[in-house]
């Protein structure tokens, strides 16, 4: 009896031991989702809360935990000069507003932030963190066959270079419909660790599926993404180190 005592007592020991060992694991693999809202139409509301609400509570992917952390409207700032204490503080940013080439509106469909302009995004030594933005708005991703894209003005060492050390920038190079079922399927696509540039194309596609506005072929819109080449297998469960400027850019889009 007395054995079987201290087989269970030691057990015991080492469960706590395992849990605790867990918790500081959990600690330092956590991970933050930002939401960013436009001030113009309820829709863009329900697109960023049903993508964050699946990650209210911390979710474990791979070897990183996932907790939306920040839900705000879109203000100028919040991509420009705040922007490391707002989109540049999370690992995601989902933003939902009106959109054109390069550029989201704020507060209506007039755009106010231009991505060309804005400081780099993901430079770590500096502070900043994100890794992937995610932009449901239309045109804003513009893919190589819709204009002559100058991939070094775009990335941290040229003029206006967005890609300072961020992974993979995702959403539509065309004119695009939500208020639909992308945001969720998209979450439920990254929750199982698939590549996050190609949930957001498998999610667009699931919507395509089951079209309810009539539209065709190109319903909800044509996907876009860029990323640094040697990121393109990123997913939410473990990405690459930080991109530097000697890496080759890459493309993907629909369409």
Partial sequence: MGRNRHWVLGVLCLAIAFQVSCGTLAHAASRDIGGYVAQA????VRN????????????AIGSHSWKYTQY????????????????????LAYVACHGGPWSVACHDGIGDVDFRNVPGYGDLP?????????????STIIAFPDAGF???????NGPGG???GMHQEMGFRTLSISDNGIPNYFALRCLGNQIVWSAWFGAVQDERSHPVWGNGGNYPGWA???MPQKCTNDRL???VADPVAADLMWSVWEG
């Fill in 224 to 226: 876009s993404a860029i």
């Fill in 126 to 138: 500096n502070g900043d963190d994100l890794e992937f933005l995610v932009i449901e708005s239309c």
């Fill in 150 to 156: 100058d991939w070094q003005g775009y990335r941290w």
């Fill in 162 to 164: 967005i890609m300072r």
């Fill in 72 to 91: 705000y409207w879109m203000e100028p700032w919040v991509f420009d000069g705040s922007h490391d204490s707002y989109v540049d503080a999370v690992d």
């Fill in 237 to 239: 469960g473990s990405y």
């Fill in 48 to 59: 960023v809360w049903n993508f964050i609400k699946n990650f209210q509570a911390p979710r």
């Fill in 41 to 44: 139409e309820d829709r863009f």
